[in-house]
């Protein structure tokens, strides 16, 4: 075995020890030190070791990382391998072992091999033991069948849990250079640079940090937020809580002070850090957790609820195969007691171990076992689609639950719009205030006339954005130069402007490479703060911060203003409205406004203080204004029609944006997502009359003692539900939102009952994406954690792909209820053939190896016939599936018992007067016709009304006989045309339609039909079918009574009722003003109760 493969691989040699300082065990506890912290244990612990230590101890330099020129076999096998075990699966023979553990399986494999060994040991041992046989071969092609398909569902898991597994790759650094490498490749002692977003890979100690918080949720369960420091500032912070905490005789509480301990599993939701790794793979704690609880493939919620159908159908067809069983045996003891009847020794015993088989050869065919395979098959084959159309599943129930959705919280940004910014507009707020930024010549002059400024304005967008145009040449296009945008493209949209100033250069790298070593703080971007900062210590010494972000959240704070020439000007109350002025007329394009600031500090400020909010203080005090970008992000193609297409289909989307107000309008109505009845409302605006969220069962809105896992975890609702109810209904865009209003947006959304899918990109949107029915995370912009969180991933970030996904959600559910009406039919039939047939001749319409034919055609041929059929776009004209409706619809129940009642009375006229029907078009010897009428068959009936015999004194010399092979022949072909109809679940003309495209379907009716061709011609004793088959002037008339079926579909179509009117989505104007009307004006009745 590899060590470098297997996670857990602890063999230790001596001479390993003796590299490395820490042992895993020293290192363990340290994690354990902080995660069972009073007030700050592992601070203590750190300091008094010193972090120095560690850098000597795990042969590491925290400056250059590790080195690729050491073999780190040795430090793998001390402290182990980041790489997680395969999970183990169960082997195909294990799988089978379940369907042969079933009660129904084991009783029909006792009664065929019992059936085997007297049929072999018999009068007739040439052809009694072929039905015993029979019997076996199909028990155990069911449990083939069924152990292919559990096998099939247990890789596919596998699958989707190894596309998940592949993380983005962790920025390392080895060798003094960083490198992008997947988490599990890290090593103890590896520098690992850590930005938002991140998942944490492994535990470690912060060595370096900005603005570093960490979303410990995915281990605690706590939604709070860890501040995590180095251990130098941590111990600062130490030292002043306890002097404040002595002042004050009070206890301070245990995260007041941050951690330098990260966790693995771990998400940062803010801020920037450099780590090293103390523990990895199972000696991390992600590792150590994972251990404890392995992951089960559990049962998604369709399929529990047709397995509670399926048991009390099966009920009822255990109440039939006991009824059947009395019925024969009273039979059979009844004509024993006839004075012209003997007891007939191993002869009797077979018919009675026969009767046995039978009734629970009813009980198999009633019990729905299909079901279950039915959604597998249907949940598989959906999947791989879905994924062709941009939707990878995360988690299987998802699929289901699209078809229920009928709301949509989506993000703009990359989603409704194309996430490809251009800078449009500049404006500056005194002098010229309004510079084209697409026109190049006029830039030009601009920079010659105002290049001071210029210079200003690069260097504040330099420091205080990421984003880069890397230029890399093309080997397969000659070397020809090509670019490639990396990182934000709102921060591109702006670099790619001030790399036309003066010419197309890169002055905004240099700028960034003269200040790397003189960035005093970072404060990184924050939803609830609207922006970010940078400090930075210019080359004469002086301290200059820079900030960015939305420009209503740094107008407030400008004391003032920077002209083109570089005149400093104040900022009033006119200026102000100066500023509102340009920003709205740019939002009124849809323009995205970014405005930027900066001033020059004093020599004592502090660039740490902060306010009571956590804010950092410098933003917001005496800023001077550059300027404003307005950036223009387009619509995606086709982003109107897929939201026509949800309207249609009763799904109304809302969209949730972080811009403002008039920018999100202007959008929205580019789009149709707003109409004349819908409001704009912002995100603080909307908390403050909602009241946010509160736990359910203690009120609390915060933190509580209610657990965050299990049973009794804390449920949140809103806090003002009914205020809640009064204003969503005209809400269509939520601007200037925070994560938060997402999050209470949905809770409220399913706390009235609607099923919520939510877009999602950024760490702090997981909430969200938990808390709503259906997550979407991102799969370009979004973080990993988002991803992570998330139950679909959608793969190009489009809009077109949740529609996409809702007509599989709906095509799901579809397809589950075509394949319950076509068993529910066949069931129904089988049954009663059965009963009735026990109770007036003795026997079954169907044999037992028939009745399990008939079960493996409903069962497996059904389900993947009818469970593989693509949905199509015609789902969306209805309104979305209701999941506490009952998954079989009136017009199910007409067509199931309509098709029933048709097939019974043919089958019983077949049975009881077949002799008078089927023409017996071959006359010889050897082949038994009517004696009343030669032309046509003898009857097949063992016993006659009185319990005489009848065709018994002749199945031992002339086989089973042409008509109950006539009636087997025609219930197959019943159910092979009843499977056409089957395709249609809502009374539709054009049971054909799509045929063509439903491949499978076609496979499985020829396979189907060539099955029981073989059956009949050469089946004879094992299925108890006529040793000589049918003639083709008899097949074709078992195919024109199967095909009866499809006519009588017509004859059910104009039975009225049944819930027959179809129910469409309602426009989304008329849902709208519905509400409006509803009670009185609710327009005048909103607009005096809440100001927007």
Same mark, same amino acid.
């Given at each position: 075995?590899?060590?470098?493969?297997?996670?857990?691989?602890?063999?230790?040699?001596?001479?390993?020890?003796?590299?490395?300082? !820490?042992? =895993?065990?020293?290192?363990?506890?340290?994690?354990?030190?902080? /995660?069972?912290?009073?007030?700050?244990?592992?601070?203590?612990?750190?300091?008094? #070791?010193?972090?120095?230590?560690?850098?000597?101890?795990?042969?590491?330099?925290?400056?250059?990382?590790?080195?690729?020129?050491?073999?780190?076999?040795?430090?793998? #096998?001390?402290?182990?391998?980041?790489?997680?075990?395969?999970? @183990?699966?169960?082997?195909?023979?294990?799988?089978?072992? #379940?369907?042969?553990?079933?009660?129904? &399986?084991?009783?029909?494999?006792?009664?065929?091999?019992?059936?085997?060994?007297?049929?072999?040991?018999?009068?007739?041992?040439?052809?009694?033991?072929?039905?015993?046989?029979?019997?076996?071969?199909?028990?155990?092609?069911? *449990?083939?069948?069924?152990?292919?398909?559990?096998?099939?569902?247990?890789?596919?898991?596998?699958?989707?849990?190894?596309?998940?597994?592949?993380?983005?790759?962790?920025?390392?650094?080895?060798?003094?250079?960083?490198?992008?490498?997947?988490?599990?490749?890290?090593?103890?002692?590896?520098?690992?640079?850590?930005?938002?977003?991140?998942?944490?890979?492994?535990?470690?100690? =912060?060595?370096?940090?900005?603005?570093?918080? *960490?979303?410990?949720?995915?281990? %605690?369960?706590?939604?709070?937020?860890?501040?995590?420091? !180095?251990?130098?500032?941590?111990?600062?912070?130490?030292?002043?809580?306890?002097?404040?905490?002595?002042?004050?005789?009070?206890?301070?509480?245990?995260?007041?002070?941050?951690?330098?301990?990260?966790?693995?599993?771990?998400?940062?939701?803010?801020?920037?850090?450099?780590?090293?790794?103390?523990?990895?793979?199972?000696?991390?704690?992600?590792?150590?957790?994972?251990?404890?609880?392995?992951?089960? =493939?559990? !049962?998604?919620?369709?399929?529990?609820?047709?397995?509670?159908?399926?048991?009390?159908?099966?009920?009822?067809?255990?109440?039939?195969?006991?009824?059947?069983? $009395?019925?024969?045996?009273?039979?059979?003891?009844?004509?024993?007691?006839?004075?012209?009847?003997?007891?007939?020794?191993?002869?009797?015993?077979?018919? /009675?171990?026969?009767?046995?088989?039978?009734?629970?050869?009813?009980?198999?065919?009633?019990?729905?076992?299909?079901?279950?395979?039915?959604?597998?098959?249907?949940?598989?084959?959906?999947?791989?689609?879905?994924?062709?159309?941009?939707?990878?599943?995360?988690?299987?129930?998802?699929? #289901?639950?699209?078809?229920?959705?009928?709301? *949509?919280?989506?993000?703009?940004?990359?989603?409704?719009?194309q996430n490809m910014m251009v800078l449009k507009r500049f404006g500056c707020f005194f002098g010229k205030n309004d510079i084209n930024a697409l026109d190049e010549e006029k830039l030009h002059k601009l920079f010659a006339r105002s290049g001071d400024f210029f210079k200003l304005l690069k260097e504040g967008v330099s420091l205080c954005t990421e984003a880069r145009v890397e230029a890399k040449e093309n080997p397969a296009d000659n070397g020809v130069v090509v670019e490639k945008d990396v990182g934000s493209q709102t921060e591109l949209a702006v670099i790619k402007m001030l790399r036309k100033i003066p010419d197309n250069n890169d002055d905004y790298l240099k700028i960034r490479k003269t200040y790397e070593e003189s960035v005093l703080k970072i404060n990184p971007f924050s939803s609830e703060r609207k922006k970010s900062s940078i400090v930075v210590q210019r080359p004469d010494g002086a301290r200059r911060v820079y900030v960015i972000g939305a420009p209503d959240f740094i107008i407030k704070h400008c004391t003032h203003g920077i002209d083109l020439e570089m005149n400093i000007h104040s900022v009033g109350e006119e200026e102000q409205l100066n500023f509102i002025r340009i920003q709205e007329d740019m939002a009124k394009f849809g323009l995205r406004t970014l405005s930027i600031a900066f001033r020059d500090l004093e020599s004592d400020e502090s660039v740490d203080e902060v306010n009571q909010k956590n804010h950092p203080i410098l933003e917001s005090k005496e800023l001077i204004v550059i300027g404003v970008f307005g950036i223009y992000d387009p619509p995606r193609p086709g982003v109107d029609t897929a939201i026509a297409k949800c309207n249609r289909a009763g799904i109304r989307v809302r969209m949730v944006t972080g811009d403002n107000a008039k920018t999100a309008e202007a959008i929205?109505?580019?789009?149709?997502?707003?109409?004349?009845?819908?409001?704009?409302?912002?995100?603080?605006?909307?908390?403050?009359?909602?009241?946010?969220?509160?736990?359910?069962?203690?009120?609390?809105?915060?933190?509580?003692?209610?657990?965050?896992?299990?049973?009794?975890?804390?449920?949140? *609702?809103?806090?003002?539900?009914?205020?809640?109810?009064?204003?969503?209904?005209?809400?269509?865009?939520?601007?200037?939102?925070?994560?938060?209003?997402?999050?209470?947006?949905?809770?409220?959304?399913?706390?009235?009952?609607?099923?919520?899918?939510?877009?999602?990109?950024?760490?702090?949107?997981?909430?969200? /994406?938990?808390?709503?029915?259906?997550?979407?995370?991102?799969?370009?912009?979004?973080?990993?954690?988002?991803?992570?969180?998330?139950?679909?991933?959608?793969?190009?970030? &489009?809009?077109?792909?949740?529609?996409?996904?809702?007509?599989?959600?709906?095509?799901?559910?579809?397809?589950?209820?075509?394949?319950?009406?076509?068993? /529910?039919?066949?069931? =129904?039939?089988?049954?009663?053939?059965?009963?009735?047939?026990?109770?007036?001749?003795?026997?079954?319409?169907?044999?037992?190896?028939?009745?399990?034919? $008939?079960?493996?055609?409903?069962?497996?041929?059904?389900?993947?016939?009818?469970?593989?059929?693509?949905?199509? @776009?015609?789902?969306?004209?209805?309104?979305?599936?209701?999941?506490?409706?009952?998954?079989?619809?009136?017009?199910?129940?007409?067509?199931?018992?309509?098709?029933?009642?048709?097939?019974?009375?043919?089958?019983?006229?077949?049975?009881?007067?077949?002799?008078?029907?089927?023409?017996?078009?071959?006359?010889?010897?050897?082949?038994?016709?009517?004696?009343?009428?030669?032309?046509?068959?003898?009857?097949?009936?063992?016993?006659?009304?009185?319990?005489?015999?009848?065709?018994?004194?002749?199945?031992?010399?002339?086989?089973?006989?042409?008509?109950?092979?006539?009636?087997?022949?025609?219930?197959?072909?019943?159910?092979?045309?009843?499977?056409?109809?089957?395709?249609?679940?809502?009374?539709?003309? !054009?049971?054909?339609?799509?045929?063509?495209?439903?491949?499978?379907?076609?496979?499985?009716?020829?396979?189907?039909?060539?099955?029981?061709?073989?059956?009949?011609?050469?089946?004879?004793?094992?299925?108890?079918?006529?040793?000589?088959?049918?003639?083709?002037?008899?097949?074709?008339?078992?195919?024109?009574?199967?095909?009866?079926?499809?006519?009588?579909?017509?004859?059910?179509?104009?039975?009225?009722?049944?819930?027959?009117?179809?129910?469409?989505?309602?426009?989304?104007? %008329?849902?709208?003003?519905?509400?409006?009307?509803?009670?009185?004006?609710?327009?005048?009745?909103?607009?005096?109760?809440?100001?927007?």
């Amino acid at each position: 075995m590899d060590k470098n493969d297997d996670a857990s691989y602890t063999l230790v040699t001596p001479t390993t020890r003796r590299n490395f300082g !820490n042992t =895993v065990e020293s290192l363990t506890n340290l994690v354990e030190t902080y /995660l069972k912290r009073d007030f700050c244990e592992e601070v203590d612990q750190l300091k008094e #070791e010193g972090v120095e230590s560690y850098q000597e101890n795990l042969k590491t330099n925290f400056d250059k990382g590790l080195s690729s020129s050491e073999n780190f076999d040795s430090r793998i #096998e001390f402290y182990g391998s980041n790489k997680k075990p395969e999970p @183990e699966l169960d082997s195909f023979c294990m799988l089978c072992l #379940e369907p042969l553990s079933d009660k129904i &399986n084991i009783i029909l494999l006792v009664l065929g091999i019992a059936s085997l060994i007297i049929g072999a040991t018999g009068e007739h041992p040439s052809y009694g033991w072929v039905e015993g046989f029979a019997i076996l071969l199909v028990v155990f092609i069911i *449990v083939m069948v069924s152990s292919t398909m559990n096998y099939s569902k247990q890789n596919k898991f596998k699958e989707l849990q190894q596309i998940h597994k592949n993380r983005a790759g962790i920025s390392i650094i080895r060798d003094g250079e960083k490198q992008f490498l997947h988490p599990e490749e890290v090593l103890v002692g590896d520098i690992i640079m850590l930005a938002t977003g991140d998942i944490i890979p492994c535990d470690g100690i =912060v060595l370096q940090s900005h603005s570093l918080l *960490v979303n410990e949720a995915a281990l %605690t369960g706590e939604n709070d937020l860890m501040h995590k420091e !180095n251990l130098k500032h941590c111990s600062k912070i130490r030292r002043q809580m306890k002097k404040v905490a002595k002042e004050n005789d009070m206890t301070p509480n245990k995260h007041d002070v941050p951690s330098p301990i990260v966790i693995s599993g771990t998400s940062v939701a803010q801020g920037t850090a450099k780590i090293v790794s103390i523990a990895v793979g199972p000696n991390s704690k992600e590792g150590r957790i994972s251990e404890l609880a392995e992951q089960e =493939v559990g !049962n998604t919620p369709l399929e529990e609820k047709l397995d509670d159908v399926a048991d009390k159908i099966s009920l009822v067809g255990l109440g039939a195969g006991l009824f059947a069983l $009395v019925a024969l045996y009273l039979r059979f003891f009844i004509r024993l007691g006839m004075d012209d009847y003997e007891w007939k020794g191993r002869s009797n015993i077979t018919e /009675l171990i026969g009767y046995f088989l039978l009734a629970f050869t009813v009980v198999a065919v009633a019990i729905p076992e299909g079901l279950p395979l039915a959604v597998t098959i249907c949940l598989a084959y959906s999947v791989k689609k879905m994924q062709k159309d941009n939707n990878l599943v995360k988690k299987l129930p998802a699929c #289901e639950t699209m078809g229920g959705v009928d709301m *949509v919280c989506s993000d703009k940004t990359g989603t409704l719009t194309q996430n490809m910014m251009v800078l449009k507009r500049f404006g500056c707020f005194f002098g010229k205030n309004d510079i084209n930024a697409l026109d190049e010549e006029k830039l030009h002059k601009l920079f010659a006339r105002s290049g001071d400024f210029f210079k200003l304005l690069k260097e504040g967008v330099s420091l205080c954005t990421e984003a880069r145009v890397e230029a890399k040449e093309n080997p397969a296009d000659n070397g020809v130069v090509v670019e490639k945008d990396v990182g934000s493209q709102t921060e591109l949209a702006v670099i790619k402007m001030l790399r036309k100033i003066p010419d197309n250069n890169d002055d905004y790298l240099k700028i960034r490479k003269t200040y790397e070593e003189s960035v005093l703080k970072i404060n990184p971007f924050s939803s609830e703060r609207k922006k970010s900062s940078i400090v930075v210590q210019r080359p004469d010494g002086a301290r200059r911060v820079y900030v960015i972000g939305a420009p209503d959240f740094i107008i407030k704070h400008c004391t003032h203003g920077i002209d083109l020439e570089m005149n400093i000007h104040s900022v009033g109350e006119e200026e102000q409205l100066n500023f509102i002025r340009i920003q709205e007329d740019m939002a009124k394009f849809g323009l995205r406004t970014l405005s930027i600031a900066f001033r020059d500090l004093e020599s004592d400020e502090s660039v740490d203080e902060v306010n009571q909010k956590n804010h950092p203080i410098l933003e917001s005090k005496e800023l001077i204004v550059i300027g404003v970008f307005g950036i223009y992000d387009p619509p995606r193609p086709g982003v109107d029609t897929a939201i026509a297409k949800c309207n249609r289909a009763g799904i109304r989307v809302r969209m949730v944006t972080g811009d403002n107000a008039k920018t999100a309008e202007a959008i929205a109505r580019e789009i149709n997502i707003t109409t004349e009845f819908s409001r704009v409302m912002e995100g603080p605006r909307f908390n403050e009359l909602v009241g946010g969220v509160m736990c359910s069962k203690c009120t609390t809105e915060k933190e509580c003692e209610c657990p965050r896992q299990g049973k009794d975890a804390r449920e949140d *609702v809103v806090k003002d539900f009914e205020a809640f109810k009064e204003i969503i209904e005209t809400i269509d865009v939520l601007a200037r939102s925070a994560p938060e209003d997402k999050y209470t947006m949905v809770t409220g959304l399913k706390q009235m009952g609607h099923v919520v899918a939510v877009t999602g990109d950024g760490t702090n949107d997981a909430p969200a /994406l938990r808390k709503a029915d259906v997550g979407f995370a991102m799969g370009i912009a979004g973080t990993e954690y988002a991803r992570q969180a998330a139950d679909i991933i959608l793969v190009d970030d &489009n809009f077109g792909s949740i529609v996409k996904a809702a007509i599989w959600g709906r095509g799901i559910y579809d397809n589950i209820q075509k394949f319950i009406q076509f068993q /529910l039919t066949v069931n =129904v039939v089988a049954v009663v053939c059965a009963i009735v047939g026990a109770i007036t001749i003795q026997q079954s319409a169907l044999t037992a190896v028939q009745m399990l034919w $008939v079960n493996m055609i409903m069962d497996s041929m059904a389900s993947l016939a009818l469970a593989t059929e693509e949905p199509t @776009e015609g789902v969306l004209d209805r309104k979305p599936q209701d999941p506490n409706e009952f998954i079989a619809t009136p017009l199910m129940f007409k067509h199931i018992f309509g098709q029933a009642i048709c097939m019974l009375a043919l089958i019983f006229a077949y049975l009881f007067d077949g002799e008078n029907m089927f023409i017996e078009y071959e006359h010889n010897k050897d082949i038994l016709t009517n004696p009343d009428n030669s032309d046509f068959v003898c009857s097949g009936r063992l016993y006659d009304f009185n319990s005489g015999e009848d065709y018994k004194r002749y199945v031992d010399d002339y086989g089973p006989s042409r008509h109950l092979t006539y009636l087997f022949n025609i219930f197959i072909w019943f159910q092979i045309f009843n499977e056409f109809n089957a395709r249609r679940i809502r009374d539709e003309i !054009n049971f054909l339609q799509g045929i063509t495209k439903s491949s499978m379907f076609i496979i499985i009716f020829f396979i189907t039909a060539g099955v029981q061709i073989l059956i009949v011609e050469v089946g004879s004793w094992a299925f108890f079918v006529s040793k000589y088959g049918l003639t083709v002037e008899q097949w074709f008339t078992c195919i024109a009574w199967g095909f009866v079926p499809i006519p009588f579909r017509f004859f059910l179509l104009l039975i009225p009722g049944f819930g027959r009117k179809k129910l469409k989505a309602p426009k989304k104007s %008329t849902t709208h003003l519905t509400s409006s009307i509803h009670g009185g004006s609710a327009k005048r009745k909103f607009s005096s109760s809440y100001k927007f």
